[in-house]
């Protein structure tokens, strides 16, 4: 690793590693650690250290203004995070975590504001993933981690995927290992800042579940509203370099080698297509798909065709990751 500008640090490759509390160490000491959850893996960092922050927003290339969740090992440590807790938080977080929710409160003072892009507001989460707990457990404070892809690329869900994407200096420390992620879309986001308590991300907590609790809940619509605090939302997302088409059926697909289809059944020809996915659930068409369209990129195909799903369950979420995925580049 060279030293270059007074923040950057040119390393050629991530370390791979094996042992959380190493991993979390070296967040402890600044450093940029990809870890896995059970939703997607993640790229960590010190969330009270400026400097390690913005090297991570520099890194990643994501933009400035879209505000990064922070994690923590348990409920306890949630005044390190929040400066306050409401009521529907606490509920979310009583019947939801450890697991893929991610809740929307008052900041605390010693979480940097790059982390939270000025706002007054931040995303937590306890990840349900043994990993990533006995990682969290070590480093001893609150670490931000978005997806571990480069901006713009979809999610990672293998550590295979995060090294591909940070192979290139200037580039992270390091990598925990471990097994590809289970659910494979990110934790629902709810922003509980508000009277009523408003879904920002559809996630792997589905809207019924969130509903058995809080009852009024509300959802985001699908364009952002002028004012609406949701960042997020504003940027490109998920987008391999294919071009990614939804379509209704199968049969409107015409079988080409440049081609991918990925969906619930088969399509007319599948041994012409250049790439064949035919899920036997929409939990797993849900848990491959980001490793589906960076598998499309490798073959370097022209076109993924996506299937559309039913816009209930699990099926919430992946129809979001689809329509951002296809919008235009
Ligand atoms: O499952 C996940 O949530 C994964 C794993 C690693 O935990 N993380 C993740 O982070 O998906 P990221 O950075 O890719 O997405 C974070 C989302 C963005 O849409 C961001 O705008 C939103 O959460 N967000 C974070 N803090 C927020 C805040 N204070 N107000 C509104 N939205 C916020
Ligand atoms: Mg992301």
Redesign the pocket.
Known sequence: MQPTSSNLYVRENPELIDDPELAGHYLAAGKLVAFP?E????LGVDATNAHAVDRLFTIKGRPSN????V?IAHLDQLTQVASHIPEDARALLEQFSPG?L?V?VPKQTTIVDSV?AG?S???V?I?AHPTALAMLQAAKRPIA???ANRSRRP?CTTYESVLEDFSNAPTIDAILKGEASLIGM??T?V?CTRNTPRV??P?AITWEQLRDVIPSIERAGQTVEPGE?????LHPHYQPNAIVQIVDSPESVSAEPDCAWLGLVSCSQPNRMGMHCAYSSIESFASNFYEALREADRRQLRVVYCQRVLDTGIGEALADRMRRAAEPK
Request: hydrophobic residues 25%; glycine residues 12%.
């Open positions: 959850t939703t997607v893996y993640g879209n505000p990064l969740i994690h893929p991610t929307v939270t706002l507001t931040v995303g989460r990840p981690a978005p997806s999610s990110e934790s986001v922003d920002l991300r996630g605090n949701s960042p997020g939302r």
